[in-house]
């Protein structure tokens, strides 16, 4: 019997030493729980802390209107189209009906 026994306090010990080990990681993971939550909340306060001390974003900068286009001189631009038109016509591109048709479109 003693031999039975033996093995059951060895089992006995063993199984203590598990038990104790659980324990053991059990509040090693309280702990490191605490200590995440510890340093979350440190982060968050250094965070907020800096966004404090830190200076505001500048103020964004409206686009500036594109430069106005230079008034047109409707006249000078009609005689530049009738040079062409007349250059085209003078090499035979266009007949006299389109060149009419065309002089009348400018001047409308």
Do not use: C, W
Not at 1 to 20: D, N, P
Not at 37 to 57: D, H, V
Not at 88 to 96: A, M, P
Request: aromatic residues 4%.
């Amino acid at each position: 019997m003693r031999r039975g026994m033996r093995r059951r306090a060895g089992i006995g010990l063993l199984g203590a030493t598990v038990v104790a080990g659980g324990a053991y990681a059990a509040g090693s993971s309280r702990q490191q729980n605490a200590y995440r939550e510890q340093s979350q909340e440190q982060r968050i306060n250094e965070l907020e802390a800096q966004q404090a001390s830190a200076p505001p974003p500048p103020a964004p900068v409206a686009a500036a209107p594109p430069p106005a286009a230079a008034p047109v001189d409707r006249g000078q631009e009609r005689i530049k189209q009738f040079q062409q038109l007349a250059e085209l016509k003078g090499q035979g591109i266009l007949t006299d009906e389109e060149f009419e048709r065309e002089k009348a479109r400018i001047l409308t």
